[in-house]
Structures are given as C-alpha cells and as structure tokens.
C-alpha cells in the first residue's frame, strides 16, 4: 500500500483506530474539524469574489488540504504507527454518529418532539420547525446511512490505501465538499472542485458501502430487498455516491426512507429509497447498528486478506 | 343516487362480515384525520351565523381571495348549475361522477370528453368542468394551462370550474390565487385531506359576485356550529398540515411502490391509486373476501381504486390479499 505499510499491520492499526474512536468519541475541547472549518471559511471569503470561480476554487481546495495532509505524511514518517492510528481515531466518527444521533431516539421515544426536532436540525439541513415524529426518525436514519459512509467507510477504506494521511486528505476533502459543494449562486463554480473530488474520492467506497449493507441485511428476503433498491433507485438519487449507499441500506432495513421533504421552506420532490414501513425512533439504534457491524465486516475483510498475505509470505519462504 | 366508496355498510350487509372488521380503502380520504377539539357549548347552543375568521382562516390556507364555506363541496356541485341558464357544459371524463350528474338535471347539453382532449373542447363549450389531480385517476393539468382555458372561457361569459379536493398534497399550488376573476370557480374540500369527510364542509373560491349568488342559493345556516369550530382549527394548525402533507405523500408513494411490486402499475396522488384493471370485479370480491373494501368503478373508469391503509395491520393485511390474488 502507498502508506508503506504491510497489510497485517494495516489491519492491526484499523482496528486499534476503530477501538480508539469507540472507546473516546469526539475529542471534546478542541475538535481538529472545527479549527479546519475556521481555516476553509477564511480561504472562502478571501478568495471566492469574482465572477470567475472555478480556478480560486480549486486554489483554496489545494490550499486548505495539501499542506495538512503533507504535514501529516511527513510526521508519520516520524512518528510511525502510534501516528497512523491517532490520525485515524481523530478522522473516524463511528461513535459521534451514535452520539449525535441516539438523544433524537431518546427524545422521540418520551414523544418530546420540541427536543427531537432542535437535536435532528443539528445534524440536517431540511426544516424541522413543523416536523411530525415520522419524519425526524426518517431524517436522523438517513443522516446515519450517509454519514457511516463519510464518517467511517471512506475513511477506513483510504486509511487502507495511504494510511493516516490517506484518511485525513480524505476527511478534508469530504468537510470542503460539505461546505462548499451547493448548487447556489455563491458555490455553483466556486464549490464544483471540491465537489467533483469528493465525488471521486468517493466512488468506490460508497459503493463498497452499498454492497457491504447487501451482505448484512439480515435475512435473504432483506439482501435481496437491499440490491434491488440500491440497482433501481440510487440512479434517481441527486448524489452519485449518497444514492446507493442509502438506498442499498434502506433496502436492508426495511424502511421507507427518501421521498419528498421541505428545504429553506420550499417542498423538495426527492425519489423514494428504500421499501417497507416508514422509519420509527428504534430504526435509527438500527441504522447505527447496521452501519457499526458494516465495520466490523470490513476489519474482519482486512484481517482475512491479511492473513492470506501472511500464509503467502510463509508459503514463499 | 349514484355509486360512492366509503359505503361500508353494504359490504358488512353483503359478505355477512361486522362492520368493525373491514378496512375500508373504498375512499380516498385521509385515514390519520385531524384531532377534533372539543366543541364549545356555543356551538351547539347558537344559530351557527357565518363567521369571518372560518372564512379568513380558508382564504389563507387556499391562497385565494374570497371564499364561501359549504356543506360540503356536494353543496355547490348541486347547487352550480342551478346558477346558469341553459349552456352547453363539458365534463372531463372519467370524472368524479356528481358533477356531470347534476349539470344534467337542469337543462344543460352535456358532452363528456376524455381527459386528455379538454384542450380541443374549451372553445365549443360555455361551461368546463374538471378535477384536478383528477379522481380516480390522477391525472393533472397545469396551472397555467386551466388559466388560459379561464380567460377564453370568460371572454364568452363562461365558467372553468376546477374540483381541487385532492389538491392538498400536490405539489404544485392549486389555482385559489387566480379565483377573484370573474369565470374562474375552485372548489376544495376539508373532508379529504384534514380526513374529517363526516364534517361536510367545503369551500367555494370565485369572484366575490358569484359567491353571493350562490350564498343565496344555498341559504343560511348551512355549515353547522361545530363544523365551524373544528375547521377553524385544522385549517390554521400549519404544523399539524405541513408534517400530513409529507407524511401523506410517503404513504401514497409506498401504496404505489406496493402495487408495483405486485406487477400493478397505478396512478393517482398521496391520497389513492388507481389502475384499469382487467378483472376489476374479480378483483374487487377477493379483497372483500379478506376484508377490504376497495372502490369499484364499472363504467367511465373502469378499474379499482385504493385509498390509503390506516396503520401497519392493515398495510401487512392488503400485502396479503395482493399476494394471494396474484396467485389466483
């Protein structure tokens, strides 16, 4: 791999990362994405002015990620493994996703839908000031399905390609694309770089995202529900990458998910993902549940594929 | 009297089946109706006089500018073609069946003429009448297009009258705003989408010298004390409508997903679907079988419709029945 490391060290260092998230969470004084955000707003405001956009755009991109991840790969150089699993535990966000997502389940389940509607309109852009119980768990196990994919597969997946740098470039890139990749006046140009790299960062995790909640739904009829709503709807989805993720693990869930909700106060007509029931407070346990198993699945994959390496080597020798 | 869903008790009297043991989908009423607040002793007690704020509270949530409440939206399609002397009216076809039914009692030349040719009838007719979304098969003209069709039939003194009483969930706004011109009638119901069809209450938007023509017509007193009470609330609880409006929405498109599944592909809007089934009436006695009353249409639209399931039982219980039917 890029990162010079062997593949059963990479498989030790990505599950220590993944322990570590797990047992810490969200470092809770100083949390290096928010001092990022800082710095990329700053870049923003000085370098998105003209009409001119795509170019200052993909300069800020370059300005904002190079130099963090370059100093990464240069301290790992240094530092060596105790690095690559820090930097992993500072980019995974496994247990944040719980950690954000379980009080909304809390609240609706003691139907305190004033709570449920703040906690869910910290972690999704749509309107919640009106929302019905339906729809905040509909919201919050959305976020959850695209955010395991954000927050934990395309990090662990670029962990395993380039290691700790591998996973910071990427996390960066994937905070630009949240902050930058509108379709609006003020991002359409400006924002199309970070947009377009994330989409390609994030190719072929997602859809190894989509293929691992196929592999655990948990009953045959769940599998096949999960592949048949990923291969029909993710198409229909605005997002190349959101559109199998959530669909495929809508479809393992048995939910409903997607449909048409209101944004900035204007009904958005969004396809349907999924098929079953509407979501309800305990689906969202059960999307975290889906996508925390999905990474242990992917550390158990690393592990075997570290082993056959391991057997190869023995077998040469 | 012609044929309409929601007749439980002929199902219950037919299949020897309690009337507690159906799941009526025979409408296409909204089975999650509006939490009805306790009525005041006033309601009762008083002469139920018209009341400003009901009227206020519709014209807001309509968007139109003056409105008459009814007993129901069945009050004006009666009372309509009372309004007009002898004209030469078109029903778009299949329709919801009461608009031509009456329009024929009273001396006009009806024609019916499908759906998707109103455009070419507009010009040789004084009266237009349409549903839109249109019941049962969803079917939708554009704003746009039903404004123009206004104008033209104004300038020759005619009527373009749009039954919007599944217009609630669209998502494209309903024609209420344009309603002040003069040849433009809207009407909308309170019974469908708020689910409160045992309330019989309407509104007729138009201009303002029509709706006293037919205030006068219809008489006074003619929505109840507690009507007025209950529709006040739904009508200005934006909270309780903007969270049914998506709800509703999911719900129609997971009865579309359930039927597509089964090989039928349907129409409609959030609140039924529709399709020409081929054996519409085998189809309609094996969901009575199971205890589901669907909609039966033998003649214009020829075919079944579905309302929506009222909870997860009754979603599990129509699963099975298209299920099994498909293996018949």
């Not at chain 2, 139920?48 to 004006?76: I, K, W």
């Not at chain 2, 109103?118 to 746009?144: K, Q, R, W, Y």
Request: with cysteine.
């Amino acid at each position: 791999m890029l990162s010079g490391l062997s593949l059963p060290m990479l498989a030790g260092l990505m599950t220590a990362g993944v322990l570590l998230d797990l047992l810490l969470g969200e470092t809770r004084r100083w949390h290096p994405l928010v001092g990022f955000g800082r710095l990329a707003s700053a870049l923003e405001r000085l370098l998105n002015r003209d009409s001119r956009r795509f170019l200052p755009g993909a300069l800020a991109w370059s300005l904002a990620v190079l130099p963090i991840s370059y100093a990464a790969y240069w301290l790992c150089g240094l530092a060596g493994a105790a690095l690559h699993v820090f930097l992993l535990y500072l980019c995974l966000g496994l247990r944040s996703l719980r950690d954000h997502n379980q009080p909304i389940a809390d609240a609706l389940a003691m139907d305190d839908l004033d709570n449920a509607r703040l906690l869910t309109a910290r972690i999704v852009s749509r309107d919640t000031a009106n929302a019905d119980a339906a729809s905040l768990a509909k919201a919050s196990t959305e976020s959850l399905l695209e955010n395991g994919n954000d927050a934990v597969f395309g990090t662990l997946f670029w962990f395993a390609v380039a290691g700790g740098p591998g996973a910071v470039l990427f996390r960066l890139a994937n905070t630009l694309d949240a902050m930058w990749g509108y379709r609006n006046e003020r991002y359409d140009w400006f924002g199309c770089c970070a947009a377009r790299i994330d989409d390609l960062l994030n190719y072929l995790p997602a859809r190894l995202t989509a293929l691992s909640y196929v592999v655990m739904g948990k009953t045959m009829a769940d599998k096949k529900r999960a592949w048949q709503c990923w291969r029909s709807q993710a198409p229909s989805w605005n997002s190349p990458n959101a559109g199998p993720v959530m669909a495929s693990g809508a479809g393992a869930l048995g939910l409903a998910l997607g449909g048409d909700a209101i944004y900035d106060g204007e009904l958005e007509r969004r396809p349907p993902l999924g098929a079953g029931r509407p979501a309800e407070a305990r689906d969202i346990d059960r999307a975290w549940r889906l996508v925390a198993e999905t990474a242990v699945l992917w550390l158990i994959w690393v592990a075997l594929l570290a082993g056959l390496y391991y057997l190869r080597g023995k077998y040469l020798a | 009297m012609l044929e309409h869903g929601g007749n439980l008790r002929d199902a219950a009297r037919e299949y020897g089946r309690p009337l507690a043991d159906w799941i009526d989908l025979s409408t296409g009423i909204n089975p999650h109706g509006y939490p009805v607040p306790a009525s005041s002793a006033s309601a009762w007690h008083r002469l139920p006089e018209s009341n400003p704020a009901l009227t206020a509270a519709a014209c807001a949530y309509y968007h139109a500018p003056a409105m008459l409440p009814v007993a129901g939206t069945q009050a004006a399609i009666q009372a309509l073609p009372r309004l007009r002397a002898p004209s030469c009216v078109v029903v778009a076809a299949p329709s919801y069946a009461e608009h031509a039914h009456h329009w024929d009692q009273h001396g006009h030349s009806l024609r019916h003429v499908p759906y998707a040719q109103l455009a070419n009838a507009v010009d040789s007719c004084d009266v237009l009448v349409v549903c839109n979304p249109n019941n049962p098969t969803g079917a939708h003209i554009a704003p746009e297009v039903l404004l123009d069709w206004a104008n033209r039939l104004a300038q020759r003194g005619g009527w373009l009258v749009v039954d919007e009483a599944f217009g609630d969930t669209q998502a494209q706004a309903g024609l209420g705003p344009h309603a002040g011109q003069p040849g433009l009638i809207v009407l909308r119901s309170v019974g469908k989408f708020f689910g409160l069809a045992g309330l019989r209450l309407g509104f007729v938007a138009a201009h303002p010298e029509l709706l006293s023509k037919l205030a006068d017509m219809l008489g006074p007193w003619t929505v109840s004390g507690p009507a007025q009470q209950v529709a006040l609330a739904a009508l200005t609880d934006a909270r309780w409508q903007d969270a049914m409006r998506l709800r509703l929405r999911d719900e129609g498109e997971r009865l579309r997903q359930l039927l597509a599944s089964h090989g039928i592909a349907s129409g409609g809007c959030a609140l039924f679907q529709w399709w020409p089934e081929e054996d519409a009436e085998a189809f309609w006695r094996h969901m009575a079988q199971q205890g589901i009353w669907v909609r039966l249409f033998r003649h214009a639209a020829y075919g079944i419709r579905l309302g929506l399931p009222p909870n997860e039982d009754a979603w599990l219980q129509l699963e099975q029945a298209l299920t099994t039917w498909k293996h018949l």
